[in-house]
């Protein structure tokens, strides 16, 4: 049976982490609420995997991305998958001297896929992550860049099966329709991903409750379940979200 994952995204914003919804930013706190608030030391042991996205709006400072970045690392033992605004081999050379173990690509899929090519010839196509953002219009699921406000002009389909092209090693699918709405994942999205070529793929945007991470994680298409919902798995909400997926026969590994 296939180990499937569970993992939590944080999002950064200037300073800040934060709550989605729609892609719509709604601040929370800093690094220092994260350690006194939501008991991050706890939550490394209840995770497969941490992913930490910088969503910042206009100007990004990635040297104070990476200074969270590190402090993160020193409480969590999970993997750390980290990215926003990646564009040069530096950029991603810093997330990964700040802990990071894998990094995360978005708008330079479509907009420099050469850049793709040199990150996985310098680290490995295991180290890159392929994260790509969607929303149904008109009964089609579409693809957008640059934090979901650009739309690339391309179907889902279309779009992951250029990635599938690159030299990826997995892909992290968000829907933009139910980011932070709690109504559950946008599982007919998957319809779209037949042409992936068992590239991981990771499904996050819309998980609300623990049967809803369930549900994900018992679909054969999915490999992993993100959620970024800070509120909703405070305490010990994602170590209990673990249990009742593995009491229903979800192949997670055990801690």
Not at 45 to 71: H, M
Request: net charge negative.
């Amino acid at each position: 049976m296939l180990t499937k994952r569970l993992i939590f995204t944080l999002l950064y914003d200037n300073g800040s982490f934060v709550l989605s919804r729609n892609f719509r930013l709604q601040k929370i706190g800093d690094i220092s609420w994260l350690e006194e608030n939501y008991g991050f030391a706890s939550v490394g042991y209840s995770i497969d995997e941490l992913v930490v996205i910088d969503v910042s709006r206009g100007a990004r400072d990635t040297p104070k991305f990476c200074e969270n970045l590190k402090l993160l690392t020193k409480d969590c033992f999970a993997p750390i998958a980290a990215g926003g605004g990646i564009r040069t081999l530096n950029h991603a050379r810093d997330l990964l001297r700040s802990g990071a173990d894998k990094i995360v690509i978005n708008s330079a899929l479509h907009d420099q896929p050469e850049l793709v090519d040199d990150l996985a010839t310098e680290f490995g196509r295991q180290c890159i992550i392929a994260s790509v953002d969607s929303q149904k219009i008109d009964n089609s699921y579409r693809v957008f860049k640059h934090n979901g406000t650009i739309e690339i002009g391309q179907s889902l389909e279309q779009f992951l099966l250029k990635c599938a092209g690159l030299p990826i090693g997995e892909i992290y699918l968000t829907s933009i329709e139910r980011d932070g709405t709690g109504n559950g994942l946008d599982l007919e999205m998957l319809d779209s991903t037949k042409h992936i070529n068992e590239l991981p793929l990771i499904l996050m945007g819309g998980v609300g409750r623990a049967d809803h991470i369930v549900a994900g994680l018992k679909d054969s298409r999915l490999d992993a379940v993100a959620t970024a919902n800070l509120l909703n798995f405070m305490g010990n909400g994602l170590s209990q979200a673990r249990d009742s997926a593995i009491a229903n026969g979800v192949n997670l590994p055990l801690f």
